[in-house]
C-alpha cells in the first residue's frame, strides 16, 4: 500500500527500527528508540492488514505466536520484570504489535508505554549485538 512504510520496507522504516528476522507472516523489528530496554514491532508482512478481524484463523495463529516468540527471546535476553503488548493502528495504520519489556523503576513502570521523551539511541554496534542476541533466542 502506499504511503504505508511497513508495505514499503523502505528509508523511514529503517530510520525507525532494525529488521531482526522473518517468522511465518511475521516480520520483527527493534524498534531504534531504547527507551524501553529490547522494545521490538512485530509486523504482519504478507500483505496490507489493518485489523486482527482481516486475518484469517491461520494467519492469527501464526502471528500471535511470532508475538510470543518475540516475547520469550526477550524475556531471555533482557530479563524485564514484564513485557506488555500494544496493537494500535491510529496514526500508522498497519497491524503489527510493539513488545515492550519493562522493567521496576524504569521508564513508565506501572502505567502504559509512552513514545514521548527524548530517545535513547544506540550505537550501530550496540543495535548489532542486540538484534544478535535475540535473534539467537527466536530458534
Not at 34 to 43: E, N
Request: glycine share 4%; with cysteine; proline share 4%.
Amino acid at each position: 500500500m502506499k504511503d504505508c512504510y511497513y508495505c514499503e520496507k523502505g528509508e523511514k522504516l529503517n530510520q525507525l527500527m532494525t529488521h531482526i528476522a522473518d517468522m511465518g507472516n511475521a516480520s520483527i523489528y527493534l524498534f531504534r528508540d531504547q527507551t524501553h530496554k529490547g522494545k521490538c514491532i512485530v509486523v504482519f508482512n504478507t500483505d496490507h492488514r489493518t485489523e486482527w478481524y482481516q486475518l484469517n484463523q491461520e494467519e492469527q495463529s501464526e502471528l500471535i505466536y511470532a508475538v510470543a516468540k518475540t516475547a520469550e527471546a526477550l524475556h531471555n535476553v533482557f530479563n524485564p520484570d514484564k513485557i506488555n503488548y500494544a496493537t494500535y493502528g491510529d496514526k500508522v495504520s498497519h497491524l503489527h504489535v510493539h513488545v515492550v519489556p519493562k522493567y521496576e523503576n524504569g521508564p513508565d513502570w506501572g502505567d502504559p508505554f509512552k513514545d514521548d521523551r527524548t530517545p535513547v539511541i544506540l550505537s550501530e554496534e550496540e543495535y548489532i549485538r542486540r538484534v544478535e542476541q535475540i535473534r539467537e533466542h527466536l530458534t
